[in-house]
């Protein structure tokens, strides 16, 4: 069973839940959070209801789970982080994160991939732990170098985005590094 809580210094991340669609609403419909995201903005706050349903639909059946980022001092939700795959039989996750602008640069994605990490290696005895993000996102591949991934190669047209299709750079950690 994977948990539906971490807590840090200074952030909860808790399994998202329906009423956490507004505030993420926000977040998402936000482009230049999105702009490296493999969704478009959002427009309505049922598509952030709507996403929040699948997600946790893949978290019952412990192929993801997405925590909502919450600031502890507002108790403001500020961002979203968690594993977009697990593979247990193959010890691995693919992380996945985003944060309001208004947060950027302020340590939290930092913060937040940490505790995901040491979740991962320690208690979910994961070996590897993936990261795909977009060549241009200079921001995510800085933040995934100081957290110690390695840069794999870059997987050439992997996936669509808005209508096109993009380059995606690996990054990987394993325990062992």
Same mark, same amino acid.
Request: hydrophobic share 40%; with cysteine; charged share 25%.
């Given at each position: 069973?994977i ?7 200074? %952030?909860?991340l808790?399994?998202? $839940? =329906?009423?956490? /669609?507004?505030?993420?609403?926000? @977040?998402? *419909? ?16 049922k598509?952030a209801?709507?996403?929040?349903? %699948?997600?946790?639909?893949?978290? $019952? =059946?412990?192929? /993801?789970?997405?925590?909502?980022? @919450?600031? *502890? ?35 939290f ?10 979740y ?51 990054y ?6």
């Amino acid at each position: 069973m994977i948990k539906t809580e971490l807590v840090t210094e200074r %952030l909860c991340l808790r399994k998202m $839940d =329906e009423g956490d /669609a507004g505030s993420l609403f926000e @977040i998402w *419909s936000d482009p230049e959070v999105t702009k490296y995201m493999d969704i478009s903005s959002f427009t309505e706050v049922k598509q952030a209801e709507e996403m929040i349903l %699948l997600l946790n639909q893949l978290a $019952d =059946e412990n192929q /993801a789970i997405r925590y909502s980022m @919450i600031e *502890s001092a507002s108790n403001k939700i500020i961002g979203s982080c968690g594993f977009n795959v697990i593979d247990l039989e193959n010890e691995k996750v693919e992380i996945g994160y985003e944060l309001s602008t208004f947060y950027w640069g302020k340590g939290f994605a930092t913060e937040a991939l940490t505790a995901l990490l040491s979740y991962a290696f320690e208690t979910l005895s994961i070996h590897r732990v993936e990261a795909k993000v977009q060549p241009a996102n200079l921001p995510s591949i800085k933040l995934l170098n100081k957290l110690q991934f390695s840069y794999e190669g870059t997987l050439r047209q992997s996936e669509k985005a808005r209508g096109s299709f993009v380059d995606l750079a690996m990054y990987s950690r394993l325990r062992t590094d």
